[in-house]
């Protein structure tokens, strides 16, 4: 099983920007997804998950009304638009995949989650 992030970049606040999950090596249908981040000094955050089962879709308080997550199921992709990026949202970022997983907010906690990614890093200049 893979899960390879990708479009990390610069960004300055304010802006956009679309990072993806490359998901390999099980059936997509069957996983809920995630994506998490964590910041230098800082635990892991659970921010954007999607169900499985209906699609509906859980944010945290720190990015909900900025953030879309959204997937793919013709190309096994899972993608997290941020708009209006803040600096303090820099951070690594990190898809996740569980099985059938639920949207909701326990799912944030990301301690069920399967599989992980690698992560990619997201900096926002202010």
């Known amino acids: 099983v893979q899960l390879v992030e990708s479009g990390g970049a610069l960004v300055q606040a304010g802006g956009s920007l679309t990072i993806s999950c490359t998901v390999s090596g099980l059936t997509f249908g069957d996983y809920g997804f995630g994506w998490f981040r964590q910041a230098p000094g800082k635990e892991r955050e659970g921010i954007a998950v999607i169900s499985n089962y209906d699609g509906s879709t859980f944010y945290s308080d720190s990015v909900k009304g900025r953030f879309n997550i959204s997937r793919d199921t013709t190309k096994y992709t899972v993608r997290l638009q941020m708009n209006n990026l803040r600096p303090e949202d820099t951070a690594v970022y990190y898809c996740?995949?569980?099985?059938?997983?639920?949207?909701?907010?326990?799912?944030?906690?990301?301690?069920?989650?399967?599989?992980w990614g690698q992560g990619t890093q997201v900096a926002v200049s202010s």
């Open positions: 996740a995949a569980d099985y059938w997983g639920q949207a909701n907010a326990r799912a944030l906690s990301g301690m069920s989650w399967d599989y």
